[in-house]
């Protein structure tokens, strides 16, 4: 399948590249790792009339832990994230994550700003960014500007992102003391898209109820979901196998999915549940080593 | 018609340089312009991993990358794993272990499983199957593919050309 055609555009700092942006408009889309973009264009699903090639641009590509965040640059690739030792030490929620995102291929190319920019609610880091209460750094000629992953996502395909805009960066709160996570997702094979999968976050407190928790479900609505009643439930509340179970009922709930190949929607709001509980178990058994 | 862009490449050692429409994928790069009709397209949907090469050390499905990206890479194919007229570990494992039926999937298996062993040289199964889980077989059902690294990994430990 060939592409349509396209200019192509090589910036080599962000000025320059918003600069193109504020240019074209509309018709310029930003190339991150291209594992989504292209395979869309190949299949005239996005037809951009030109493109910014943003992977020479430098100071994009980072890890690292900076003012009480974890700061991961827009062009940190999958296979980064996923041999960090910072990020396998600490958050093995992300660990969780990038490992099941398509396969080592595409993780060597694929970004992490490009997974949220995209604005698909299949994708993986969504849930995740939304359970750990993230923020996106987006960059554009006025400047810079923090968008909390809560506002982020605002339709299908469609973030919060103008399109004189470039996702820089990604801020994860560091997580206090007794904190962990985890995300699980069920796919038909390694590279598929999650036929649901559920993201978890919690700190307890010193007598081991929640004190904060995030849960984020993938691919079961028009945008990725925050679970927010069985967030709420939780908290305040042990993480005992009754409390799991009906916070997992309440995520269930929450879920919007459709029917497609990959099941009818109530075996996929019966997926979240299990996974939800799943994911809550083994975030109880994480916080406690 | 978009400006043609300048493409500069090493592949398996040699500097090439060609002027391409950006639209020009790396697969076709390489397979219709460069002439090195090893790297195969498979299901040009960026799941099967037939057109798998190595770009600056690092494998990548060529069917998902434009070629004008590639400019000032490195580039690896399966046809620069032949060294001195002899074969790598790697194509000596798959022949003696039956790695390979139709063949269609190997230059891709070849390349997915040289950059896992340039990483870990002494892989344990459950490694090399996570290394070739971009990778699709429709013949092997795997086990032998697993034999001819296993196979790779015994011969490079032994001292064996890399």
Known sequence: ?289 | MPKKQTVRVKVNGVQREMEVEPRLLLVHFIREKLGLTGTHVGCDTSNCGACTVVLDGKTVKSCTVFAVQADGAELLTVEGLLRDGKLHPLQEGFKQEHGLQCGFCTPGMLMSTYALLEKNSQPTEQDIRWGISGNLCRCTGYQNIVKAVQYAAGKLAQGGPR
């Open chain 1, 1 to 289: 399948m060939i592409p349509p055609s396209f200019e192509y555009l090589r910036p080599n700092t962000i000025p320059e590249a918003i600069a193109m942006l504020q240019q074209h408009g509309d018709a310029a889309k930003i190339l991150s790792g291209g594992q989504s973009l292209i395979p869309m264009m190949k299949l005239r699903l996005a037809r951009p009339a030109i493109l910014i090639d943003i992977n020479r641009i430098s100071g994009l590509s980072h890890i690292k832990e900076e003012g009480g965040y974890l700061k991961i640059g827009g062009l940190t690739r999958e296979a980064e994230l996923e041999v960090s030792p910072l990020v396998r030490s600490k958050y093995p929620i992300l660990v969780d994550t990038t490992h099941v995102i398509a396969d080592p291929q595409v993780r060597n190319l694929a970004t992490v700003g490009g997974n949220l920019a995209h604005g698909d609610p299949a994708n993986d880091h969504p849930a995740t960014m939304i359970a750990l209460g993230a923020q996106v750094v987006a960059n554009g000629p006025k400047g810079e500007r923090v968008i909390p992953i809560d506002n982020f996502f605002v339709s299908l395909f469609t973030t919060a992102l103008k399109p004189d805009e470039i996702l820089t960066e990604i801020r994860v709160p560091v997580p206090p003391p007794r904190s962990a996570g985890a995300y699980l997702k069920l796919e038909r094979k390694v590279g598929d898209f999650a036929t649901a999968a559920v993201a978890v976050q919690v700190t307890l407190d010193e007598k081991g109820a929640c004190q904060k928790v995030g849960m984020g479900l993938t691919n079961v609505g028009a945008t990725p979901v925050k679970a927010r009643k069985a967030e709420d439930f939780l908290r305040g509340k042990k993480l005992d196998d009754d409390a799991i179970a009906q916070a997992a009922q309440l995520a269930a709930d929450q879920a919007e999915p459709s029917a497609d190949l990959r099941g009818p929607v109530e075996y996929k709001k019966g997926l979240v549940k299990e996974l939800a509980k799943r994911a809550l178990q083994l975030t109880r058994e994480r916080v406690s080593k």
